[in-house]
């Protein structure tokens, strides 16, 4: 049973939940540091030179808006997400829950972040793995098939920590919740 503080009767929750709660923040922040810092990684260095039709054409990511939204995003949220653990730990003295709601307010702004980047990076991908007939854009993952496959990689790897952030978002909606207004 909780019990409650004398100066402003708010509940605490019993130690074991509160310690669960503050590991489970930490490590899925860390795992969502590291994937998006791996997705940004991959995606940073995929490159590819290959002659088609005759002529040497490179693929890169900085040639795609898109692609270069997609890094430099996975890197905001993976340097937004190393500062939210500094929250986090201090987040694990705070009683007020008005605090939490911040917290939640940080996850769901950066899964919104983390999902117009995957999304993008996912229809750009799509258009370069299938092309586009009724555009005339032609497929050219097959010319770039290690370019294609690491910007896959990177997609897939930011997917799952999209998912982790969600996740975070619940937990933290969760905690934010027993706010008295």
């Known amino acids: 049973m909780a019990t409650t503080t004398p100066e402003k009767s708010l509940p605490i929750p019993p130690?074991?939940?509160?310690?669960?709660?503050?590991?489970?923040?930490?490590?899925?922040?860390?795992?969502?540091?590291?994937?998006?810092?791996?997705?940004?990684?991959?995606?940073?260095?995929?490159?590819?030179?290959?002659?088609?039709?005759?002529?040497?054409?490179?693929?890169r990511y900085s040639y795609s808006p898109t692609f270069k939204f997609f890094a430099y995003t996975n890197l905001i949220v993976c340097a937004l997400t190393?500062?939210?653990?500094?929250?986090?730990?201090?987040?694990?003295?705070?009683?007020?829950?008005?605090?939490?709601?911040?917290?939640?307010?940080?996850?769901l702004m950066v899964t919104m972040l983390l999902?117009?980047?995957?999304?993008?990076?996912?229809?750009?991908?799509?258009?370069?793995?299938?092309?586009?007939?009724?555009?005339?854009w032609v497929a050219i993952c097959g010319y770039f098939g290690k370019f294609c496959h690491k910007a896959t990689a990177a997609s897939s790897i930011s997917y799952l920590a999209l998912v982790v952030y969600l996740i975070l978002t619940v937990l933290s909606a969760n905690k934010a919740r027993h706010i008295v207004v």
């Open 15 to 59: 130690l074991k939940t509160h310690k669960l709660f503050f590991l489970s923040q930490i490590s899925l922040r860390l795992f969502a540091a590291a994937a998006t810092l791996a997705a940004a990684w991959i995606m940073l260095t995929a490159k590819q030179s290959s002659v088609v039709f005759g002529i040497q054409v490179d693929a």
């Open 82 to 107: 190393i500062l939210s653990l500094f929250f986090a730990y201090i987040g694990n003295k705070a009683v007020d829950p008005a605090y939490h709601f911040y917290i939640f307010l940080h996850d």
């Open 115 to 136: 999902m117009a980047a995957c999304a993008a990076a996912t229809a750009v991908g799509y258009v370069g793995k299938y092309g586009n007939s009724h555009a005339g």
